[in-house]
Structure formats: C-alpha cells, structure tokens
C-alpha cells in the first residue's frame, strides 16, 4: 500500500498572505498591553434584558439574511448620536455597520489601496490598522506630531517629498481623539489647517473616532468630518470601547461612492444579533453609561499618572490625557523597552513598546501603557513593580 502523502499549499499562498504568530493574547499578572475595559463596567445584566426585548420585538427577522449595512433601527441611532456628538449630519442610509471599527478601516484600506500608494499616519499609530495598512502593500509615512497633533510644517513636507516621488498618495489617516498610542487630541485650530493642507493637495482624510466618547475632563472638540462639507472626510467609529469589545460592533460613514466600493470587502452583514442588544440598550442608556464609564476610567488614569510620578521621578516623561485609555511613556534615548519588553512580561508586567506603532520602527525607548482594565490598586501595584523589575535589570537607574 502506498503510503500518503500529506498535501502541500506552498505554491498556493496569495502574495501578501504572511504567516501570522497572532495567538490568544496572553496576560501578564500586571497587563497594560492591551485596551481591554474594565469588565465591572461592563452591562451584562442590562444587555440581556434589553436583547430579550429586541428579540421579543424583532426574533422572527433573524430568520432573513440582514442588510449587507445593518441593522436599520442601530444605523439610525447612529445617525442621531453622530448629529448631536459630533455634528456629523448623514442618514442612516449613509452609515455602515461593521464588526467593530477594524473591519470598517480594513474595507476602505482595500477599497482604495494598490500596492506602492502611500499613505499618511501619524509617527505613531495603532498597530493593528499599521499592520493592515503594510498587509496591502502600503507604503506608509509618518508625520511629526506635537501635544496638539500632527504638525502643519510637518504634513506639508512629507507631502511634498511623495510628490517629487511622483507617488500617489491615497490618504491621510488620524485618531483626532485621544490618540493610540499617543493619547493627545487635536485642537481645532489644527484640524482646521490639516484639512486645508490635505484639500489643497487633494487628499482624503479617513478620520478614526473610536475614542471619542471616553471624555473625562475638558471640553470635546468638534470632528474634522463637521469642518468638511466636500465628501473628503471618511469616518469611522466604535461600539467598542463603550459597550464591550467582544459584541464587535463599529460604523463607516463615506460618500455614497466609496461605500459602495468598500462594502464589497465586506464578508457579510454585521451580528444582527449583537446589533440588537446594542440598539435596545443603548436607545435608552447611551450617555448614562457613558458617563459611569468615564468616572470610573478618570480615578484609573489618574492612578497610573501617580505612580508613574512616585516610581519613575525624572527617569521618563508621560502623557495625561484627557480620555481614552492609553499613556506613552518615554525614557532616555538608548533605553531599549523593545529589547526588555519580553523580560518584563516574564516577570510579571506587560507593555507594548513604541516599535510597534511606528511605520519606521522608531520608539524602542518608548511605551504604551494601557489604563482601563485593571482597578486602580492593581495600576498602582503594576507601576511599582515595572520599576522595580527595571531597576533589577539597570534600566532605571
């Protein structure tokens, strides 16, 4: 009998199919790696009632494939939030339902992306939306940024570079809103003169608003989307960070031509089931859990800004922001966090270093530190111990 042998795909593989070494996320006993929220904000009780609502309501149409957009009754929440919050004004025929935010920034980088474009980030961006961007070929270029975001000068010259290049330059992509990772919020007058440069250089601006509503100081500021009444604006947002990340819920707002191309990366309709849930509880619920939700993040927040100031003194510098749910920490040029950053995960303490939002791999000597799952005295133990764990290892000195 002739022995079997097992098939092999190597010659099959798309071209810009990586091998991923994506995995379970681990947890160090001390996690400030990943944004997870705290799970006691979490409305599990709430929503199950609410979805039990909806369901007696609406069940019978889960028998039907839904609108490739979504949910029709969450769409128009949408639409009326976006009006009031950000004075976004579109319908809900204008908006689309994704599976979280991610999808919704993987269909426009498909729709509008050919190997060798460039696209414009800050110096730092998420690294799940860098990794999508380079997955498709993209050639990304980071601008300099300061406490009030990107950099007018700044914008314009690497603009300028990729057009002596004669290269095309397909978008520019920000997190205007307390920035992963940086944490900063644009000031209007920057996002006034950002979308002048970008219009005068006929580029689309894909504004990422995921954050937007983990305000817990100051006063908000309006969306760039609201200053444009060109269709030069896309804009995305998140169910995510004020509802729970695992209901993996998010929204596209584009002209009616690029939707129409995007929507067709699109594998399916988002959960209709957790769109449900989402729309029953949040009709009646929306700002009072919002407002809970930021409470308690503010006492997190402040928590790590204070030991990070009792551990760390002079050593680094730190942000603090305003919202959302990331500090960078820098250290002295030539700490390498990137080097130590397994060594301090084996020890306890769990951070991402700055290599990994930059499109050139700068910031080993940076950090993000994540502030919104553990509860105040575990932020509090955590920081004492990433500085001890540095001292053992001669990092702070």
């Not at 995960?345 to 700068?362: A, D, I, K, R």
């Not at 919104?372 to 000195?397: F, W």
Request: charged letters at 20%; one cysteine or more; glycine letters at 8%.
């Amino acid at each position: 009998m002739t022995e079997a042998r097992s098939f092999s795909y190597s010659n099959l593989f798309a071209s810009n199919a990586p091998i991923s070494t994506r995995s379970e996320n681990p947890h160090a006993k001390y996690d400030f790696a990943v944004a997870y929220p705290d799970p006691d904000t979490l409305p599990l009780n709430e929503l199950i009632d609410s979805l039990r609502t909806a369901i007696d309501r609406e069940g019978r149409d889960l028998a039907y494939y839904p609108s490739p957009a979504g949910l029709p009754s969450l769409r128009q929440l949408v639409s009326e939030k976006l009006l009031r919050d950000r004075a976004i004004d579109v319908s809900a025929d204008e908006i689309v339902l994704t599976s979280g935010s991610g999808e919704a920034i993987l269909m426009l980088i498909q729709a509008l992306t050919n190997p060798g474009d460039v696209v414009l980030t800050e110096e730092y961006v998420y690294s799940g939306t860098l990794r999508q961007m380079k997955l498709f070929g993209s050639d990304v270029r980071s601008v300099s940024c300061d406490e009030e975001g990107l950099i007018p000068d700044a914008l314009e010259s690497v603009i300028s570079k990729a057009e002596s290049e004669n290269k095309t330059i397909k978008y520019l992509y920000t997190i205007p809103s307390f920035q992963n990772p940086l944490g900063w919020t644009m000031s209007l007058d920057r996002r006034k003169k950002i979308l002048g440069i970008t219009r005068e250089h006929g580029i689309p601006i894909l504004e990422d608003d995921c954050y937007v509503d983990l305000r817990f100081e100051g006063d908000p500021i309006t969306s760039i989307h609201s200053l444009d009444d060109t269709g030069q604006v896309m804009y995305v947002g998140s169910f995510s960070k004020i509802v729970a990340p695992g209901m993996r819920l998010g929204y596209l707002v584009a002209p009616q031509e690029v939707r129409e191309r995007a929507i067709s990366f699109k594998a399916g309709a988002a959960n209709q089931f957790a769109a449900l849930a989402v729309q029953e509880y949040l009709g009646s619920n929306l700002y009072s859990h919002i407002d809970d939700h930021n409470q308690a993040l503010r006492i997190k927040r402040d928590a790590m800004v204070s030991a990070l100031g009792e551990n760390f003194g002079s050593a680094a510098e730190w942000t603090n922001p305003q919202g959302g749910l990331y500090i960078w920490m820098t250290m002295p040029a030539g700490t390498d966090l990137a080097a130590f950053q397994q060594q301090a995960f084996n020890e306890g303490v769990g951070y991402q270093n700055g290599t990994m939002f930059s499109p050139e791999g700068n910031g080993a000597n940076c950090a993000r530190l994540c502030f919104g799952h553990p509860d105040p005295t575990t932020i509090t133990d955590g920081i004492t111990e990433l500085a001890h764990i540095m001292e053992r290892h001669g990092i702070l000195k």
